[in-house]
Structure formats: C-alpha cells, structure tokens
C-alpha cells in the first residue's frame, strides 16, 4: 500500500529566510502524482504545488519548489523568502493514477517568525 | 464566487442523531469527493463520486451515506452520531482524477456530544 511520510512534525522559520519540508513516499508504480497543500488557520487546504512523476522538471510556482528525487522517493518543498502568510499546515500528497485516491502525508506544521 | 461550498459550517449535536453536510461545486468538475480531517489533522478520504457514480468507498461505517443527485453536488447523510464522528469533513471536486488539482470546500466542523 502507499504511505506518504513527513518526518517533520513542526517547523520554524525566520522571516525572509528560506525553509525546506521533507516529504518521503512508497509506491511501487512509475507514473503518479504528487502535491504539496497548505491549510492556513483558516483551514482551507489550498494547493501549492503539483508534480508528475514522468516529468523530470522540478515544479515551481513563484517562491516555491519542489526537489523531486524519484529514485529515492522523497518530494521537498522549499519555501523562499518566508512570509508571515506562509504560517500553516503543510500536507505532501500522493495520488496513483486515474481514478485512484489521494493518500495525504500526516502534515508539517510551519510557523515563520517575525 | 466560491468555487466549492458546504453547509452547515459548523454542527454541534447529540449522539444518536441523524445529520447531512451538503456540498456543491460550480466549477464544473465531474468528480467530486469527501474527506475526513480528525483532531490530529489528520486527512483520509471517504467516498469518491464521478458523474454520479461512486468511484472509491473507503473502510467508512455503513452509517455514512454520500448521495450525488448530480455532478455539482455532493451531499453526505450521517446516522446514528458517534462521539468519534467528530472532525473536520471536508468536500472536494477535480476535473476527472487523472492527477488534476482537487479544489476544496471550507470544511464543516462536527462535533459530536
């Protein structure tokens, strides 16, 4: 079965500085999708960023990007230039194929320090 | 505009109560989903639905029932409320499930007494 671990249960960063989630997955297929969603106190899960396992291309979406080891099964999310709106939870997912389920890692918690 | 909702935002109730979470999307995705957030923030998936049709049903007790009267909606019927019933139920639709971008609801926090 697949799991999605994050072995950082809490993180702190200082504003302006640039943090990195760590993300482990185990599948044993080629083709799949990973996400990385935030859930501010708000708590709606938004996404960040999205990567297909085909594409060897790190993802990116302006202050954020992955660092996608297929090999070794592991999908980072840095963050730059931290802002006190990056302060949330972080999920790392992991999804098969079509018409398959999301399996949500178990969450990092961030909190950027001013 | 939102582009996925679901009412009540909050229900407090009694155990052994019967209640329904509503969702609805108009995004005009096919497929839509329900998940479950615990006091642990932790976030499993319970049903699945895509046109209409259920797609994954989870180990999920037989008291929740998801009914999809068409493909922007999405509601989630609970029988019998237990105490560990209590979460986050968070709805969700993505155009197909091909690995797109799963668009979520603001939650409805249950509580159970």
Same mark, same amino acid.
């Given at each position: 079965a697949q799991t999605v671990t994050q072995s950082q249960p809490e993180m702190s960063v200082q504003e302006a500085e640039t943090v990195t989630l760590s993300c482990t997955y185990d599948t044993s297929e080629s083709d799949y999708y990973l996400f990385w969603y935030k859930q501010p106190p708000s708590r709606q899960m938004i996404l960040v960023i999205r990567q297909e396992a085909y594409k060897q291309q790190n993802a990116t979406e302006n202050r954020f990007s992955v660092n996608f080891q297929k090999a070794a099964k592991s999908f980072s999310l840095k963050i730059s230039d931290?802002? +006190? @709106? *990056?302060a949330a939870m972080y999920f790392c997912a992991y999804m098969k194929t079509s018409y398959d389920k999301v399996i949500f890692g178990p969450g990092t918690s961030l909190s950027v320090i001013p | 505009d939102t582009a996925v909702s679901q009412t009540p935002k909050y229900l407090v109730t009694q155990m052994g109560n019967d209640k329904s979470i509503k969702c609805e999307q108009n995004?005009?995705?096919d497929t839509m989903y329900w998940y479950k957030q615990d006091s642990k923030k932790f976030l499993k998936i319970m049903f699945s639905y895509n046109n209409k049709e259920l797609i994954i049903n989870e180990t999920?007790?037989?008291r929740f029932s998801p009914k999809s009267p068409d493909k922007a909606h999405l509601n989630l019927h609970i029988n019998s +409320?237990? +105490?560990? *019933?209590?979460a986050v139920y968070f709805c969700a639709s993505s155009q @197909?499930? @091909? @690995?797109e971008t799963q668009y979520f609801g603001p939650g409805t926090r249950l509580l159970v007494l």
């Open positions: 931290s802002q +006190l @709106g *990056d | 995004l005009g995705h999920v007790p037989n +409320l237990e +105490l560990g *019933d209590s @197909g499930q @091909g @690995g």
